[in-house]
């Protein structure tokens, strides 16, 4: 199936990602990995349009479908960028962090339809790294020539409809990753209340809290000298906050 430019807009302007948008636990990242190829690219979207053009799906049961159900199967395959974001899961939940836990987490709970977190990315469209653009061949979108010109027309929608989702769904918390100026400056928006710098592992992050929603900004789960530790600690954050908002 070819899709054409609709298609894709309707996807931009509407896919979140994975998960359960119902629950306690969102992680919000700067755009999906993958696109490797124009191929890939349209088959990602033809399964979304087949599937009845989601605004989340079940992230096993999507990725099963382009081959990808390796990450699912009964020895899943380690994904380095969910290990860490599952990591602040599980040690929130005081739950044992061997790389076993954090597989089974991954095969079972990560980002399923009614489960317990999802898995959000600001900008719509997959792609393997910065540097890679595929998109200009896939689309004659006159905004999708170049990833500048994608993000300069679909940051402020994209900042709006995350932003639409929280105050609709209340999650307890909402992790950012990624902590670049730029993406702060996004990340900002969306929670839409002031960022407060923080410390953890050596490491600056921010955090802020609405009333309702603790938001933490921390650092990107690949970055150069990045710990397990670090996670948990932000795990453990997370978990006294909660405690005492209880309480």
Not at 108 to 118: I, S
Not at 216 to 231: C, E
């Amino acid at each position: 199936m070819t899709v054409n430019d609709q298609q894709i807009e309707q996807f931009m302007q509407t896919f979140l990602g994975y998960g359960n948008l119902e629950s306690d636990f969102w992680f919000i990242g700067m755009e999906e990995g993958g696109g490797n190829t124009v191929e890939e690219i349209q088959a990602r979207l033809s399964y979304w349009i087949e599937g009845g053009c989601k605004v989340v799906e079940d992230v096993a049961e999507y990725h099963q479908k382009f081959g990808m159900g390796y990450f699912f199967d009964e020895s899943p395959k380690n994904q380095p960028t969910w290990n860490k974001l599952i990591r602040i899961i599980l040690a929130l939940e005081q739950q044992p962090l061997s790389l076993n836990c954090v597989k089974a987490f991954q095969k079972d709970r990560l980002a399923r339809q009614g489960g317990d977190n999802c898995l959000l990315e600001l900008f719509p469209l997959p792609s393997p790294s910065v540097g890679h653009w595929l998109y200009s061949e896939v689309s004659a979108l006159d905004y999708l020539a170049s990833r500048d010109r994608y993000k300069a027309h679909l940051q402020e929608l994209r900042i709006e409809l995350l932003r639409e989702k929280i105050a609709k769904y209340k999650p307890k918390l909402v992790v950012f990753y990624g902590n670049n100026p730029e993406y702060r400056q996004y990340w900002g928006k969306i929670a839409d209340c002031e960022l407060t710098g923080i410390e953890i592992e050596g490491r600056p992050a921010f955090k802020a809290f609405n009333g309702e929603t603790l938001y933490l900004v921390v650092s990107h789960p690949v970055a150069t000298g990045i710990t397990n530790d670090y996670f948990h600690r932000i795990g453990d954050l997370a978990r006294t906050h909660l405690e005492t908002v209880v309480l």
